[in-house]
């Protein structure tokens, strides 16, 4: 026997020793004293056959353990650029679009289950697998689009805690005081975080529940048609005049920064990764979770979109609604009552704006040390973050404040800002959850990779028409043609690339140390 192969074990675990070490100076998504402890009952378990590698019986206390990422996650199917979206479905579409809403929710479970399914199996969070598995070139470009995204979004979020505020204060404060106190939300998050992740993750559990009372209620004001509803739920029906309103439903659902925040998440319980059965029973447990949250999104969503489609389908102001002027349309459709609807609506969209503009400052400190590797005081990542939204949402409402045309128009600007951000997180998870020397046993195998990518496929194509008829109706001229002819392809290039790449993917990072 020679030397090396005496030497191997000696060698391997120098190696181990090495990389724990920088694993513990590099930054983590939660310290090992911040993770919820999950017990476990070692001897009782392999009575059950898990030397095998099979995942421990199912348990409720468990369950109620890894409750808590699922949920923060489904805030941002509820935010109020998506609430904007289903009241305008339901108001131009009727009932007619609830099937397509049910489905992309199922989308986007999928999208979230393998988010969910990379962090717990690997340890890492997507944006820091993105800063380790590709060249530093390209994880640059996904970071500052992923900050992009963030920022899109986290304006909507913004805006719309505003537009609450305003209706529940009778217009004494204008839309920027408005932003100004959402954006102190930045320092509740970082005074709840104090108390541990399972705090914070009951008073999004509250935020949530608002949002259901108050939406329930005014469905019960608006007593749509059942029958219609369930037809609605139940045939798939398109037509020219709502295919436009279709290709929104589904392009809202999928939030790129969503995407990095789950992967995330999952690691605020302890698991330990040395044990198989383990791990599985983590991903069992967070399907569970993940499913019955969105199940709840689901219906939060059906709510507001039934709401709006028996009090304005077919109307002359079906054209005319948006979050600026829907509370007061539902007062003038509705009226007062013991508790009038404007302020049930008021109350529902400001949980909506408070929670979602929460969750994208923790979004924002994963992806920011994700990517950047920074080690800095927590407090300071949400202020910079929180600023990185809060300053242009401060200069939108100044400029805005007056016009609900104006408001509008950026709405859609935004929309498709985060729509351009969409395959940059989908295809570099899609291609990390494939692959055996990231995932290990916990890769996804052909059947499910099949499916994850026609998902994936259908979700980058329908955000595609959707910049497509923007651009065609928005841009015009030499010059502007000619920047959105080149923007879009190096757009389209960069693309192509993370799908080559992820067909022939070596990791980077394994690339540099053998060299």
């Known amino acids: 026997m020679s030397r090396l192969e005496n030497d191997r074990p000696l060698l391997t675990e120098r190696i181990y020793e090495e990389l724990h070490e920088e694993e513990e100076e590099e930054e983590t998504a939660y310290d090992e004293a911040e993770k919820v402890h999950i017990a476990s009952d070692d001897e009782r378990d392999l009575e059950h056959g898990l030397g095998c590698g099979g995942a421990p019986p199912f348990s409720w206390r468990k369950l109620w353990l890894f409750t808590g990422p699922g949920f923060l996650m489904s805030i941002a199917f509820l935010d109020p650029g998506n609430l904007e979206g289903d009241l305008q479905a339901g108001a131009i579409a009727g009932y007619s679009l609830l099937w397509l809403l049910m489905w992309a929710t199922a989308m986007g479970l999928l999208v979230q289950l393998l988010s969910a399914r990379l962090g717990v199996a690997t340890g890492r969070h997507l944006a820091e697998l993105c800063r380790e598995e590709y060249p530093t070139w390209a994880g640059m470009v996904l970071w500052v689009m992923a900050?992009?995204?963030?920022?899109?979004?986290?304006?909507?979020?913004?805006?719309?805690?505003?537009?609450?505020?305003?209706?529940?204060?009778?217009?004494?404060?204008?839309?920027?005081?408005?932003?100004?106190?959402?954006?102190?939300?930045?320092?509740?998050?970082?005074?709840?975080?104090?108390?541990?992740?399972?705090?914070?993750?009951?008073?999004?559990?509250?935020?949530?529940?608002?949002?259901?009372?108050?939406?329930?209620?005014?469905?019960?004001?608006?007593?749509?048609?059942?029958?219609?509803?369930?037809?609605?739920?139940?045939?798939?029906?398109?037509?020219?005049?709502?295919?436009?309103?279709?290709?929104?439903?589904?392009?809202?659902?999928?939030?790129?920064?969503?995407?990095?925040?789950?992967?995330?998440?999952?690691?605020?319980?302890?698991?330990?990764?040395?044990?198989?059965?383990?791990?599985?029973?983590?991903?069992?447990?967070?399907?569970?979770?993940?499913?019955?949250?969105?199940?709840?999104?689901?219906?939060?969503?059906?709510?507001?979109?039934?709401?709006?489609?028996?009090?304005?389908?077919?109307?002359?102001?079906?054209?005319?609604?948006?979050?600026?002027?829907?509370?007061?349309?539902?007062?003038?459709?509705?009226?007062?009552?013991?508790f009038p609807i404007l302020y049930i609506w008021g109350i529902g969209l400001l949980a909506a704006g408070q929670s979602s503009t929460i969750t994208g400052t923790y979004a924002g400190q994963f992806i920011m040390g994700g990517f950047l590797n920074f080690k800095m005081k927590k407090w300071l990542r949400a202020l910079i973050t929180r600023s990185c939204a809060i300053i242009p949402t401060i200069i939108v409402a100044l400029v805005f404040d007056s016009s609900e045309a104006t408001l509008d128009v950026l709405n859609e600007w935004l929309n498709v800002l985060q729509s351009m951000q969409i395959p940059f997180a989908l295809i570099p998870l899609l291609c990390l959850v494939s692959k055996e020397q990231i995932m290990g046993s916990f890769k996804i195998g052909p059947l499910y990779q099949t499916v994850a990518w026609l998902v994936a496929a259908l979700v980058i194509m329908i955000n595609g028409y959707l910049l497509l008829e923007f651009f065609s109706s928005e841009v015009s001229g030499v010059v502007y043609t000619g920047f959105v002819t080149v923007f879009t392809a190096s757009y389209g290039a960069f693309i192509v690339y993370l799908i080559a790449r992820g067909i022939n993917f070596t990791p980077w990072r394994a690339k540099s140390e053998s060299s």
């Open 147 to 338: 900050e992009l995204a963030l920022i899109g979004s986290d304006i909507q979020e913004v805006i719309g805690s505003a537009i609450a505020i305003q209706i529940l204060t009778n217009g004494i404060f204008p839309l920027w005081a408005g932003v100004v106190i959402t954006a102190l939300d930045c320092f509740v998050f970082l005074f709840l975080e104090n108390y541990g992740i399972r705090k914070l993750e009951a008073v999004f559990a509250v935020l949530i529940g608002t949002m259901a009372v108050a939406f329930a209620w005014m469905f019960g004001q608006a007593k749509p048609s059942g029958s219609e509803l369930l037809v609605g739920i139940l045939v798939p029906k398109l037509s020219s005049r709502t295919i436009q309103k279709a290709v929104g439903v589904v392009g809202c659902i999928i939030m790129p920064h969503n995407v990095f925040l789950h992967s995330a998440l999952v690691q605020s319980r302890e698991v330990d990764k040395r044990q198989k059965h383990r791990v599985q029973e983590a991903i069992n447990y967070y399907t569970i979770e993940s499913t019955i949250a969105l199940a709840v999104s689901f219906m939060i969503n059906l709510f507001v979109t039934t709401v709006f489609a028996k009090g304005f389908y077919n109307t002359d102001q079906a054209d005319s609604i948006g979050l600026v002027n829907a509370g007061q349309y539902l007062q003038d459709k509705y009226g007062g009552g013991v």
